[in-house]
């Protein structure tokens, strides 16, 4: 994809993200996670309460973003490793309508949930400004940290493996990290 085509993209999902009168706030660590109900692309559709119990990862992504394939791709085995230990990964495509997204799957092949966020509005709760980024939510719904850009599978295992251990208590992780940095 050329520079400028990506430089595009992006100001079209910030626009999109900005949205007139949004409900966007930032979502901060130790705090609830905004409740949601998403759109499944398989069918169907995920309620974040109904998760109590797991510790989600939610990715929010598009398929313009650059780091975004390979990280997916990356991601795979450590939700293979992981899932039957409590994790779920929800991959929230963001802005993009369906048959776009259909494409992106059957070309990076992933397992994990991909939901739908047409309008964005589920981004502009969780006060999303770039992608990718990830959210840590611990098995009583409270956000524990998260990864802002792109991630690694190490990356990833250390900030879902201590919450994976933490079925009843309120201790985790709580710092942003990536490989980009934080933006």
């Known amino acids: 994809m050329h520079p400028q085509a990506i430089i595009l993209a992006h100001l079209v999902l910030l626009a999109l993200l900005a949205g007139c009168g949004s409900e966007r706030t930032t979502v901060a660590n130790e705090g609830p996670a905004p409740p949601f109900e998403l759109e499944l692309l398989a ?14 990862a939610l990715r929010f992504w598009a398929d313009w973003c650059p780091f975004c394939r390979r990280e997916m791709r990356e991601l795979e085995p ?16 963001v802005g993009q309508d369906r048959g776009r997204v259909e494409r992106f799957v059957d070309r990076v092949h992933y397992t994990y949930p991909t939901l739908l966020d047409p309008d964005s509005a589920i981004a502009r709760r969780y006060g999303v400004i770039a992608i990718p980024v990830t959210f840590f939510i611990d098995r009583e719904g409270i956000v524990r940290g998260r990864i802002l850009g792109e991630s690694d599978p190490a990356t990833f295992e250390r900030m ?6 933490l079925a009843d208590t309120s201790e985790g992780i709580t710092s942003d990290t990536g490989r980009q940095g934080q933006r």
């Open 43 to 56: 069918g169907g559709t995920v309620v974040l309460d109904e998760l109590h119990g797991q510790v989600v």
């Open 78 to 93: 450590v939700y293979q490793q992981l899932r039957e230990q409590g994790l779920e990964i929800l991959a929230v495509n």
């Open 160 to 165: 879902a493996g201590p919450l994976l251990d």
